[in-house]
């Protein structure tokens, strides 16, 4: 599984104000001299951990698992998503203190829609489809988590060879 670090946003030299950093513009072959870069610690992350299924209880593979913030007046929009295993399982870390919600979506063209009617009639209006949204607050880790889609397993298209 496959995730997206979060880390602070980095500004030289060692300020959080945009306005008193200094831009730096470095480029492929570059040496600098004198300068004196502290990348900051990690901002501390809780963990969400669960399964991604349909609705007959079958594991759904290979698909993605999305965490999005709640956007506060002093802050942007986090997402941080990850690819579920063969069983279905994910694990995220997200930024401590956050609140948001957790979603699974499925990419319709992936499935063979031909034998799955219930997505096929889903992806004539989307393309990803999406499980119900479940609203978590990172104050605490949140394990055994279950996403699930509305409708049940359903293979997936077989890829075109040329």
Do not use: W
């Not at 004539?124 to 978590?136: F, P, S």
Request: charged share 35%.
């Amino acid at each position: 599984m496959r995730e997206r670090l979060q880390f602070a946003e980095l500004s030289y030299p060692g300020v959080f104000d945009k306005a008193k950093a200094t831009v730096l513009t470095i480029a492929s072959g570059d040496k600098l001299q004198d300068f004196d870069i502290h990348i900051p610690s990690q901002r501390p992350t809780r963990t969400i951990e669960g399964r991604l299924l349909f609705s007959d209880g079958s594991p759904v593979d290979a698909e993605s698992v999305e965490f999005a913030s709640e956007e506060g007046p002093d802050q942007r929009q986090d997402h941080v998503y990850v690819k579920t295993d063969a069983e279905g399982r994910f694990r995220l870390s997200v930024l401590e203190g956050l609140k948001g919600t957790l979603h699974g979506n499925l990419y319709s063209f992936s499935r063979d829609t031909a034998k799955c009617p219930e997505i096929d009639k889903l992806a004539r209006a989307y393309k990803d489809i999406e499980t119900n949204r479940v609203k978590v607050e990172m104050n605490r880790d949140h394990q055994d988590i279950e996403l699930v889609f509305a409708f049940p397993y359903c293979p997936k298209a077989k890829e075109k060879r040329e």
